[in-house]
């Protein structure tokens, strides 16, 4: 009976390889997010979905690519992984815009590029 | 510009009270939330102020002055479990529902025995 899951929890790659990592809620919520957060810890919004659509996009590169097949799913696709990208990655949920609810955030799941 | 500014460490000891402050720069504000994460976790949520004033939720209180742009988390009865970084967040207001939440850098308290 998880809220928030993410798979997988830790994903190793080469520079220049393309990966993906999942998140579904079952909280039923409207809102989700992409969270990265770095080696210092600083959580920084990437992308966000209401009711399968795109509300925020934060600057990203467009080589971070997110898809939301419906509202209980979102995913990030990386294409051409770099050094930089290592990271955690968060997902969340929220029921309401996210300055008016509480969010509920996976495990997250932890990107090491060598 | 917007920002967020929280102290980076704060030390304690078990049983005391301890007060993290955090002052905010938005070009709008929604509310103030308060989020906890230990090490290797998943940020939590605590709190949340929209309105001036003190929320109480167990050893846990937030406070929010809109007009001075600040606010504080008060842990009270300080426990070794409540080390962990807390992070201040806020809401800015972008016109319907296209704001986005912000986070603070986060500090990280220590309980010590």
């Known amino acids: 009976d998880t809220a928030v899951s993410q798979t997988p929890k830790y994903l190793v790659t080469q520079m220049g390889n393309d990966k993906s990592i999942k998140c579904e809620q079952n909280?039923?919520?409207?809102?989700m997010y992409w969270y990265k957060q770095d080696s210092k810890k600083f959580l920084k919004i990437m992308f966000s979905?209401?009711?399968?659509?795109?509300?925020i996009n934060e600057t990203v590169p467009n080589r971070f690519s997110p898809k939301s097949p419906d509202k209980a799913h979102l995913n990030l696709h990386i294409n051409s992984l770099e050094l930089g990208d290592s990271a955690v990655y968060f997902c969340?949920?929220?029921?309401?815009?996210?300055?008016?609810?509480?969010?509920?955030f996976g495990p997250g799941t932890r990107l090491t590029v060598l | 510009g917007q920002s967020l500014e929280q102290p980076s460490e704060v030390t304690a000891v078990e049983g005391a009270i301890v007060q993290i402050n955090c002052t905010y720069q938005?070009?709008?504000?929604?509310?103030l939330s308060w989020y906890q994460q230990h090490d290797g976790g998943a940020p939590t949520f605590l709190s949340y102020?929209?309105?001036?004033g003190l929320e109480e939720t167990g050893r846990f209180s937030s406070f929010l002055s809109r007009s001075d742009s600040y606010g504080y988390l008060l842990l009270q009865e300080l426990q070794m479990k409540d080390s962990a970084s807390y992070f201040c967040?806020?809401?800015?207001?972008?016109?319907?529902?296209?704001?986005?939440?912000?986070f603070g850098k986060g500090t990280k308290l220590s309980v010590k025995p």
């Open positions: 969340a949920s929220s029921q309401d815009p996210p300055f008016l609810a509480d969010q509920f």
């Open positions: 909280l039923g919520h409207d809102t």
């Open positions: 979905y209401n009711n399968k659509e795109l509300i």
């Open positions: 938005t070009s709008g504000f929604y509310g």
């Open positions: 102020n929209a309105l001036d």
């Open positions: 967040a806020v809401g800015p207001n972008y016109g319907g529902s296209q704001g986005n939440l912000i």
